[in-house]
Structure formats: C-alpha cells, structure tokens
C-alpha cells in the first residue's frame, strides 16, 4: 500500500504523522512528570532558571517504535533488525538517569552494548571510505572498534550539546535533512524516511521545548538526546555502507562531508576537552565551556543561540558540499581544519569577553539593588 503512493506523499506522511503523534503525546507526559514531581531543578551549571520535565524522550521513543515498526512492514529486506533493541537499551539508561542520576560508569556500558546491538547486523560494520586517504574497504577487525569508538564519542556529544532550548533539535534536523539529501541521492528510501520520521518527532519537540506555558514546557533529556544521538551515528555510518556513486558527490569526499554533517557537536566536545587539559582540570569534568554556555553568557537568548549554531551548521554544510566537487581530500581535510581552528579562535575570544561582562552585570545588580 505505501509503496503505490508517490514518493513524495510517503515523505509527507512520514514527518506529519510523527510529528502529530509527538505533538499528542508530549502534553499527556508534561502533565505526568509535574503531578508526579519528576522535573529538572536548576543548578550552577544550567542555563534555565524554572523547574521542568525531563522526559521530551519519552514521546521520541514511543513515536520512533511505532513509526520505524510500521516503515520495517513496508521494506521486509530492509537491513538493521537490531536497532529498535538498541534504541531501546539507550531509551532505559537514558530514562534512569533523567530520574535518578546515573553513573557516567552505568552509561557508558549502556552505550556499548547498544552499539553492540546493531553490531549483529552484518551488512552495517562493512565500512567503505570509497579511496578518502587511500582506503577503501575496511576489514571488520579494524572497523569495528573504530565504530565503537565513534559510535560511542557522538552519543556522548550530542548529549553534551543539549545544554539549551531548541539546540539539540534544530541541529538534528539540520544534520537529519543532510543525511535524508544524501540516502535520496543513492536511491535507498528506507533511510530517507527514516530520517523525515526524526525530524518530524524533532518539530513537534520544538513546539514545546519553546512554550512559554510552564504546563507545556518539556526538555529533550537523556531519553532523547542519547536516543538521537545514537541514530545520527548510526545513519551516518549507514551512508558509508551504501553504494557512492548514486550520491552525486565525490566518492573520497563522502567521510568528510559526513564529518561536516556532524561537525558541531564534534567540534564542540574536542573543544572543550583541549581547553579542560591545558587548564589542567579532568577533560570529562562538566563546566560552562560548551560554545552554547558561551553564547549564552554575552547575553544571547536560548532561541538565539539555537539558531546561530544551527545556520551555522547548515551553511557549512551547504559550503562543504559545493567545494567536495572542486577539492580532493587532502584540500577538503586542510578546509576542514582551517574551519575548526578560526572556530577555536573564535571561541576562545569569546570566551575572554565573558567574565568582564559578568563583574559588569554582578556591579550593575548590586547598584540597582542599593537604589531601588
């Protein structure tokens, strides 16, 4: 029956209708989380200042079980039977720590075994980088640490990355529109309405993660963030599985631009870990570092903040894939570097100005508190 409609009905159907069952049930959880006191109380390192539910997750798994099951009936010889058990596994590491703090011990096995999951699927550790630095095949003794690894560091940043409003979603849906522009251009359809059903479920998100209503607000939390991060990896490896030369894209150039799709919260988290180091502090110790708390701390709003990094994803992004046409992999890496060093510059600029702006404002409070 789906496969009698036209393509770009079912691409319709499979952002709308998760985006309808996100938007139904994220009500029912908000009002769940605050009858039942589970809410996020904010702290020194938090950007918010009101207490929320933590379960916007929640919605993502339900809708992403339902939605993926039905798409799975439709392509029986699609691959990737193990990521429902995966998602699923991460969903209950995520949904214990969004109500009682996991040890960062507890999920990190949760994130190994997950990955371990979908690592049952054969056709998936079958890595080709299609001649980028001269490989092509990777034998699976070496591919697939290097996917635990990866696998397992994106998680861990896209997690990092959701410090404020709307970021985590609209950069998923940004990279999520990358990656569906790039399983079309290969002809496989199944993963291009994976991606459609996870940017809907995000839409949705948004609506409410914004909400000015303190009966509507909701954040992403464990249980999607890691959930989300885990299937942005795991698309983003897929692509490599997948034949190249439908891709309408240099074939050695397809790691790189893959690496662009997912640049900023990479960025992001090495980042911060080399600042963390040569400041002599625990590269894994949490502090206001992330380039969100920087924005955030000269004063620009959450929504702001959102829409600066995301813009700025896509339109690296758009860049990026317009130059892999005219460079060949040594020029795209050299671009790719000389990118991440002028953002570390930025941000390390930026960073400077934000303690004088801070004594500034503490100065500026105690006068207004001594007149008024």
Excluded at 10 to 17: A, E, K, N
């Amino acid at each position: 029956m789906l496969s009698a409609l036209p393509f770009f009905i079912q691409v319709g159907l499979f952002l709308v209708v998760p985006m309808l069952i996100t938007y139904y049930m994220i009500p029912k959880i908000v009002w769940v989380a605050r009858e039942k006191e589970l809410v996020v109380k904010p702290d020194h390192r938090t950007s918010h200042h009101i207490i929320t539910p933590s379960f916007g997750g929640v919605a993502f798994f339900i809708c992403f079980v339902i939605c993926y099951s039905f798409l799975k009936s439709f392509f029986p010889t699609a691959p990737s039977t193990f990521v429902i058990p995966a998602v699923t596994l991460l969903f209950v590491v995520g949904l214990k720590d969004d109500l009682m703090a996991s040890s960062a011990r507890a999920k990190f096995i949760g994130q190994l075994i997950a990955v371990s999951m979908v690592m049952m699927s054969p056709d998936f550790y079958q890595l080709n980088l299609h001649g980028f630095i001269g490989i092509y095949a990777i034998p699976p003794y070496i591919s697939i640490p290097l996917i635990f690894f990866f696998m397992v560091g994106f998680i861990n940043a896209f997690n990092l990355i959701d410090g404020v409003d709307g970021l985590a979603a609209f950069l998923g849906i940004v990279m999520l529109g990358a990656l569906a522009f790039l399983f079309n251009q290969a002809g496989n359809y199944f993963y291009v309405l994976t991606c459609m059903m996870l940017i809907g479920m995000l839409l949705a998100y948004i609506r409410f993660n914004f909400s000015k209503s303190l009966s509507k607000k909701i954040f992403m939390g464990d249980t999607g963030s890691l959930v989300i991060g885990f299937l942005l990896a795991f698309l983003s490896l897929k692509a490599l599985t997948l034949e190249c030369r439908g891709m309408n894209l240099p074939c050695y150039n397809l790691p790189p631009f893959l690496i662009l799709i997912l640049a900023v919260p990479i960025f992001d988290t090495l980042r911060v870990m080399v600042v963390r180091y040569f400041q002599g502090k625990n590269i894994l110790l949490a502090d206001r570092n992330h380039i969100h708390h920087i924005l955030i701390d000269l004063g620009y709003t959450h929504l702001k903040t959102s829409l600066v990094l995301s813009c700025a994803s896509a339109v690296l992004i758009f860049i990026g894939y317009q130059l892999s046409f005219y460079l060949n992999w040594p020029a795209m890496m050299i671009f790719l570097l000389g990118i991440s060093l002028i953002m570390a510059v930025l941000f390390h600029n930026l960073k400077r100005k934000v303690k004088p702006m801070k004594l500034k404002r503490k100065k500026l409070d105690i006068l207004m508190r001594m007149f008024f």
